[in-house]
């Protein structure tokens, strides 16, 4: 077939290690920002301690300047469901904020997301982000070269509906590796069977959003930040991968993350 880009990606054993260390990066930079999640800090605060993290480590911030994008990172409280523009707000007891990163080193580029609480949260803000966490581990358990796009849409949106709620339709995961966002896109919700297969090699995103309510999102005047049309509660997290035979392996880790949390 003509136009390379129309492929889906493949990649080598040497750029999947370059792909993995942007990965890993990315979760050590949510783990950093993990310290510093409490009620009283504002989301700009948190956008540049990233940005600091992020260049220490020999890295940029791949978010920066993407389609005119200012910051570091996307912090979504509570409605917001993706893009959520750090800014001069102070998180509170009882939000919930997704925070999404990606970083370039060595050329190749990670991306991963982690939706937090803030002190004491409400059950049903919590079942939401578990679900959503499981969500993503079911989407992960089908994302194995042979198997397709639809197989991992499938996976998520049975999850998520069995739940009681609702999958975002107008946003999904992506290709990702030499840019943040490459072939195939990947739906968080499809039908078995359908799609582009993956390749032993291939590096996608995947990264549920998942509404307490209506699947149908807003976009703010800024251009950017996608809310819940009904403003109730949206959760999100995303993990880098390769696909390999019988299996994916996941190249972004929360481990960083989850032994923070559980220091608090
Ligand atoms: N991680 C998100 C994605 O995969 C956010 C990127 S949008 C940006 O689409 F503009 F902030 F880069
Ligand atoms: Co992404």
């Given amino acids: 077939m003509v136009g390379l880009f129309k492929m889906i990606n493949q990649y080598n ?21 993990a310290k510093h999640i409490k009620p009283g800090v504002k989301t700009i605060e948190l956008d540049r301690i990233a940005e600091q993290f992020i260049r220490d480590h020999g ?6 300047g993407y389609r005119g994008y200012q910051h ?21 007891d009882g939000d919930i904020v997704a925070v999404d990163c990606g970083v370039r080193k060595n050329g ?7 939706t937090f609480a803030v002190g004491n949260v409400s059950e049903e803000a919590k079942h939401l982000m578990k679900t959503t966490r499981e969500c993503l581990e079911l989407g992960i358990a089908e994302a194995f070269a042979g198997n397709r ?5 499938f996976a998520i949106q049975q999850h998520a509906e069995k739940n009681g709620y609702n999958i975002v339709r107008e946003f999904c995961g992506h290709g990702v590796g030499r840019k943040l966002h490459e072939k195939p896109d990947v739906m968080n919700f499809g039908r078995r069977g359908d799609g582009k297969q993956l390749k032993n090699g291939t590096v996608i995103a995947i990264e549920p959003m998942v509404n307490q309510g209506v699947r149908n999102v807003t976009l703010d005047k800024d251009g950017w ?40």
């Fill in 149 to 153: 796009v639809g197989d991992i849409g």
């Fill in 59 to 64: 890295a940029t911030p791949e978010f920066k």
């Fill in 108 to 114: 190749f580029v990670g991306d991963s997301a982690y």
């Fill in 72 to 92: 570091a990172l996307c912090i979504s409280v509570n409605d917001v469901v993706i893009h959520g523009i750090p800014n001069e707000y102070e998180l509170k």
């Fill in 13 to 33: 054993d040497t750029e999947v290690e370059k792909i993995r260390e942007s990965s890993l990066l990315v979760g050590k930079t949510l783990a950093e920002i």
């Fill in 225 to 264: 930040t996608v809310r819940t049309a009904d403003r109730k509660l949206s959760a999100h997290y995303e993990h880098t991968i390769v696909a390999r035979q019988g299996k994916a392996e996941v190249l972004s880790s929360f481990e960083e993350i989850e032994k923070i949390l559980k220091q608090q």
